[in-house]
C-alpha cells in the first residue's frame, strides 16, 4: 500500500544522514592530522514517483500541473575542501608545511606514485629524504643529504647543501609542488596520503605558477573546523531522529490499519 513509500523515504533518510554522521566523525578524528583537508557531504533528492504528468493547454482545455511524491534522498557528492590549513613552527629541518596550492609527490618501493600535504618528513641513513613510513620524496638528489653537511630549502623547493669549508651552496634537488585542475579527482589513500586513480584530477602539473611556497620548519595543520563540524553534528542528529520518527509514525498508522477488523 502506499504507506509504504513513507517507509522507504525514511529509511533512505536514514542512510543519507548516517553517511553525514560518518563524514563528520571522520573529520573530526583527524582535526590534529597533519595536512589533513575535511570532507562534506550533499544531499539530493531520490527517486520521484510520478503521479500524473504535466501537460500543456491545448484549445479551451487548461494545462494540467503534474502530481509526483519523492522516495526520499540520497547521497549526492563527498568531497574534500582544500583551503589552507594554518601552518605551525616546529624548527624541524626537514619539517615542510605548503603555504598555498600543490602537493609534495612520493613513490613507494613499488614505484607507485603519490601525494601529500604532510611534509613531516626524515633523512634516512643513506642521506636519502623520506616520508615517516619509508616513501621517497621526489625531488631530491639521491643521497644529498649525506656526510655533515647543513641544508636548506628554499620557497620554491631548491634543496641548499652546504659542504664544509665552501661558502656557495650546491644544488641537492627540487621538491616540485605538484598541482591539478580538480583536486578532488584525487583518491585518498590513507596515510595523509592520495593517488591519481583514474585520472579523474588531470594530468600533472609540476609548472604551475600558481602553485604555493615551501616553508622549512613547519607544518601545515589540518583544517578542520570543529566549530562547523560540532553544528553539523547536531544538524545530522536531528535529522536522523526526524527520519527515524518517520518510520515510528508510519509502523503505528499501519498497525491502526491492521487493527480495523477488531
Known sequence: MALLNS??????????????????GDNIANVNSTGFKTSRVTNQDSFVETLRAPTAANGDAGGL?????????????????FTQGALTTTAGPTDLGISGQGFFKITDAAANTFYTRAGDFRVDELGTLRTNSGMLVVGATAAAFSGAE?????????????????PTPVTGGTLELITFANPNGLKREGANLFSNLGAAAGAENSGSTIKGDIIQGTLELSNVDLTQEFSDLIVAQRAFQANSRVITVSDSVLEE??????
Do not use: C, H, P, W
Open 257 to 262: 490499519v491492521v487493527n480495523l477488523k477488531r
Open 65 to 81: 500541473n503534474g502530481m509526483q511524491v519523492g522516495m526520499g534522498s540520497s547521497v549526492s557528492s563527498i568531497s574534500q575542501k
Open 150 to 166: 647543513a641544508f636548506s630549502f628554499s620557497k620554491d623547493g631548491t634543496i641548499n647543501i652546504y659542504k664544509a669549508g665552501s
Open 7 to 24: 517507509f522507504n523515504s525514511g529509511v533512505a533518510g536514514i542512510k543519507t544522514f548516517s553517511k553525514s554522521l560518518e563524514v563528520i
